[in-house]
């Protein structure tokens, strides 16, 4: 079964940078998507961007022009890119695949605080 492991969170300051990294036990191009999810306390989970196997890449309006998705298939890996953060990006970030029959994988989470 696949496994989705999240890294590079941290606590950062209102208009800092910060990197996360999803490594995947697979093949990566073996999903239709690869994405990343975001879930602020009492709130629910919410899309930020979306990468898929073939297609259009999509990103939650909020945070269209600061953030960026990527993959590396040869190192099995997605990455987000997230530039000029504010304290409503906080919260838990989850990489997520969504495979081929409709099966969805998700990570543990990394935690992404921003202070203003």
């Known amino acids: 079964q696949v496994q989705l492991v999240e890294s590079g969170g941290g606590l950062v300051q209102a208009g800092g940078s910060l990197r996360l990294s999803c490594a995947a036990s697979?093949?990566?191009?073996?999903?239709?998507?690869m994405g990343w999810y975001r879930q602020a306390p009492g709130k629910q989970r919410e899309l930020v961007a979306l990468?898929?196997?073939?297609?259009?890449?999509n990103y939650a309006d909020s945070v269209k022009g600061r953030f960026t998705i990527s993959r590396d298939i040869s190192k099995n890996t997605v990455s987000l890119q997230m530039n000029s953060l504010k304290p409503e990006d906080t919260g838990v970030y989850y990489c997520?695949?969504?495979?081929?029959?409709?099966?969805?994988?998700w990570g543990q989470g990394t935690q992404v605080t921003v202070s203003s």
């Open positions: 997520n695949a969504d495979m081929f029959g409709g099966l969805r994988s």
């Open positions: 697979t093949n990566i191009f073996t999903f239709t998507a």
């Open positions: 990468l898929p196997r073939v297609g259009i890449i």
